[in-house]
């Protein structure tokens, strides 16, 4: 078994090589706002494959994705309703992540359902990777069940061997998971209550 590689995110070529890995399928952990993620391409069943292998965990449980800016979102879902769109331009970056309609090019292997979690992390280096990766698929970076981490070190006693690299950006917040809506049909459903409430979501409506 490969030691995996340590990388800090001040290295000047921290994106550039992590880039790389996710070209070639392979798979990196990285801090985001809240814990640290492990993540391969949105549109690589091998490396997708890879993340399951690593975390041990359950082929049915879908993978959100996370992306850098609303430009991307046109590759994963095959639809947004305008109020969606509303949600995700004033609550993004930030704890919110979106239940949509997925792209039919998406591999079977990110999700067996038809919609996606989609998330733009409140954290300044992830988003620079993510303008240059695109979009990733993203779960915790620890074996399934295991202890959420919130530094590199903690990601190394999980997964060591069974990541190629990790982007070391010290503690991270750790916090309570982001808000879960389904904006997949025409009324808004919150599937996990988190940072932002429904009632935030539905102010944003009635601003006059």
Do not use: C
């Amino acid at each position: 078994m490969k030691a995996t590689e340590i990388l800090s995110i001040q290295h000047p070529d921290a994106i550039s090589i992590a880039k790389k890995i996710i070209q070639k399928n392979g798979t990196i952990a990285f801090p985001t706002d809240t814990i640290y993620g492990l993540a391969a391409h949105a549109f690589s069943p091998a490396g997708i494959q890879k993340i399951y292998r690593a975390k041990q965990r359950p082929t049915d449980k879908a993978l959100p994705v996370l992306i850098g800016n609303l430009q991307q979102l046109p590759l994963l879902t095959s639809s947004i309703s305008k109020n969606a769109l509303a949600i995700a331009s004033a609550f993004w970056p930030g704890a919110l992540t979106l239940l949509l309609p997925k792209s039919a090019a998406l591999p079977l292997d990110l999700t067996p359902y038809p919609t996606i979690g989609i998330r733009m992390p409140d954290y300044a280096f992830t988003l620079k990777l993510l303008n240059e990766t695109g979009p990733l698929a993203t779960t915790s970076a620890n074996i399934s069940g295991g202890l959420n981490p919130v530094n590199a070190r903690e990601v190394l006693d999980q997964l060591d061997g069974r990541v190629d690299l990790i982007l070391d950006g010290g503690q991270t917040l750790g916090g309570t998971a982001s808000t879960v809506i389904d904006a997949s049909g025409y009324q808004l459903k919150v599937l996990r209550q988190g940072p932002i409430s429904l009632d935030d979501v539905h102010a944003l409506f009635n601003q006059e």
